[in-house]
């Protein structure tokens, strides 16, 4: 039979990694696939670098359409990342009848349907595994798996960075600063970490997530995102002591075909399996009417973790190939996107407000929750001697969105509230 | 396109939710696999008996070669359990090019081997998800989601009745009998519990997963076996005071081709993200040299839970009927079964023993396990006023099976060692 020829555009981190596998695997990829696989060529940005594997420099190349256009590669393995460039390349390949396996949550998030389409009027595969929670298998969860069911929730820690900064305050009591400082120096966060800490990383994976779950277009601006940049040591240290733990969680809910997804803080019950999950880790958690609770741990990233998904993906691109199916087993969203609005999107919430400390405030602030509805779960008042202001720790029951809103609305212009010092979405 | 048809065996719990499941979600496996699902016969022990839901008396039968031998059933889905009858059954319908999807771990643990033999030159599908944990899609994760791996281990806790029993022994630090009492009480235990106490049930899955995981063909008796009718509320009480949880896992180790499966309670530190999956819930840990550690979480057993597998393998088969693919996707072990001598198998243990209350005691039972090159973690010595006799709790570093055996072995002539209360295996 003849090798599949494998372009690789990328030679980075996980790049490194799909090599070492490739090549280190070859005898069990040919009993799994029944071909050999080869790396024809690699795009490298500078030829002459010094890599950590040994490489056949005649397989590097700095000119990507020799890669995507090399008349002999079947398949070609993006994880170079970026977005404009690289829907550029994916598509030529497309074009050509290359098949695509790519890490890239930002051209799929952004591009997945135009990429997609093309794939199909190609007959071509495309599979991006790697692109979220980087070892864990759940986009083939999602479309294999839970074929069957009606997912009615996905609730994912999928940013690892963030969830180290979360965890590592839990536990040491740091502030988010410190940590995040912290974390740069040992390379878990960016120079940059903006799209890392306000959440836009897990809005990109969440949209991937959602779209498949329910089968509809999910698009990166229907997600809601807040990051964890204004999460406060004091708001850890109250959800430890009322029994959660503060973790970025990318929620997407669907009830009769009403969608929304959004990415925030979220006190999460420790009783809750995805409370427990620390540091680099990523999980998550899936509802599906039928099977009820499942969740899915491991890492969401690095380069052995996030290099078996891609090459998971060479497999199956193989498989397809030599059953001649290739193109053919899509996921394509089938159902009319339809977007909860916030009188439909219901949840218990965690606010903490600084107040005057004098009688008949709660009874003020009480009377705002009953106006709107929004009943109470616990209500908590800390007076402390050397502060004229007191603390009122407030969880709510399930209440819808629009109501909490127009009740923290009218908190803004009640005089007694100096200020609402934080809200958290809570689960579990 | 022609609608598929198929034959249901059985209509008990499980069966039930598949009914539930086809009908149902008519619209959205449609969707899914392109054609129209449609249950065309079930065979039932009593024709007559009351249902749970609405089914056509016409479609109910007890003969099941009016099941098996129906020309223009496609699919097979075998939900009655047993394994005699049941193998006669599925080859037969194999035989007739009917696919199949089953639930029956004792049938694939047993005759998995044959069965995908027939299947294979009959050019059937057979798929088994159900099998093991219930909703988990744990043997899809194995076959595609690591496909590009080298998995080292599979821990497993894959019998809920056992975890149940475990769970409520430590929360509530009662003792065996008597949450067994209840657990049966509760429908969660069986009259006769051998096979899940016993640790059968969990062998038998990890039959099933290890040869999946390894590609080599673990048969049962290839599983050493122990239950949990010997744990007692102490060695529970011990576990938790040292930072451990008693679980009852299944545990398939594979390190350069040899291979080793056991079934026996094991302690597990808390830190591990096994340690917290309690109750009737299931869980799998699945440790792969490039993917690192990962777990599938989820519910083990249930109508709705185990219907969602059998029905997401249902759409499978419809799918690679629609590719015309049948039969062309199967993961046969390609390896030789090489399994490890007592040697190899390399573990923590936890020993807990009942001695003499007098000098010198210690030493002689340092000096049986220097002798066996078995080195210590932590030794630690109760003494009580009221007895003669005081306990030593151990915990080895590393040791193999071997030498452990012939620490326990001499132990048992030791004349200051009263008894040897209990062994666990350590993990985490």
Redesign the interface.
């Known amino acids: 039979m003849k090798p599949i020829k494998v372009g690789l555009l990328g030679l980075g981190t996980v790049g490194t990694?799909v090599v070492?596998?490739v090549e280190g695997?070859q005898e069990?990829?040919q009993?799994?696939t029944g071909s050999i696989i080869e790396i024809e060529r690699i795009l490298v940005q500078d030829h002459s670098k010094e890599r950590s594997i040994p490489v056949d420099i005649d397989k590097l190349t700095e000119d990507p359409w020799e890669v995507i256009g090399h008349p002999e590669i079947d398949v070609i393995v993006e994880v170079m990342g970026g977005v404009e460039h690289t829907k550029d390349y994916v598509l030529a390949a497309l074009e050509k009848g290359k098949h695509i396996v790519t890490a890239n949550k930002d051209l799929m998030a952004l591009y997945g349907r135009e990429i997609m389409e093309k794939a199909s009027r190609h007959g071509c595969d495309v599979f991006y595994?790697a692109s979220v929670a980087g070892?864990?298998?759940i986009i083939?969860?999602l479309i294999?798996?839970?074929?069957?069911?009606?997912i009615t929730k996905i609730m994912g820690i999928v940013n690892g960075t963030t969830n180290y900064i979360l965890s590592k305050m839990s536990a040491e009591g740091a502030a988010y600063e410190d940590v995040l400082k912290e974390a740069q120096q040992l390379g878990y966060a960016e120079a940059d970490p903006t799209s890392d800490v306000e959440g836009l990383d897990a809005a990109r994976k969440m949209t991937i997530l959602s779209t498949l779950g329910f089968?509809a277009g999910i698009e990166l601006f229907d997600v809601k995102v807040k990051g964890i940049s204004e999460v406060t040591k004091e708001d850890i240290a109250y959800s430890k002591q009322l029994g959660y733990e503060v973790k970025l969680l990318g929620i997407a809910e669907q009830q009769e075909g009403y969608i929304a997804v959004s990415v925030q803080p979220t006190m999460v019950k420790k009783s809750h399996?995805l409370s427990?999950v620390n540091g680099v880790?990523n999980a998550v958690y899936v509802y599906?009417?039928?099977?009820?609770?499942?969740?899915?741990?491991?890492?969401g990233a690095?380069e052995?973790?996030t290099?078996?998904?891609?090459?998971?993906d060479?497999?199956?691109v193989v498989?397809n190939h030599n059953?001649n199916?290739n193109g053919?087993?899509t996921a394509s969203p089938?159902k009319e996107k339809k977007l909860k609005t916030d009188d439909q999107i219901v949840y218990k919430s965690f606010i903490l407000l600084h107040v005057d400390d004098e009688a008949g405030v709660l009874s003020q602030i009480t009377q705002v929750f009953a106006k709107y509805g929004v009943s109470l779960e616990s209500v908590l008042q800390h007076s402390n001697p050397s502060n004229p202001k007191a603390e009122i720790i407030i969880i709510t029951h399930d209440a819808d969105q629009a109501s909490l809103n127009k009740v923290l609305k009218e908190f803004e212009n009640l005089s007694v509230i100096e200020e609402i010092k934080s809200v958290y979405r809570v689960e579990g």
């Open positions: 990694g070492r596998i695997h069990d990829l009993w799994q595994e070892g864990i298998p083939r969860t294999e798996g839970f074929s069957s069911d009606r089968h399996p427990s880790f599906g009417e039928a099977v009820g609770e499942t969740m899915f741990f491991g890492p690095g052995m973790p290099a078996t998904s891609v090459v998971a060479l497999v199956a498989r059953l199916i053919r087993r089938y």
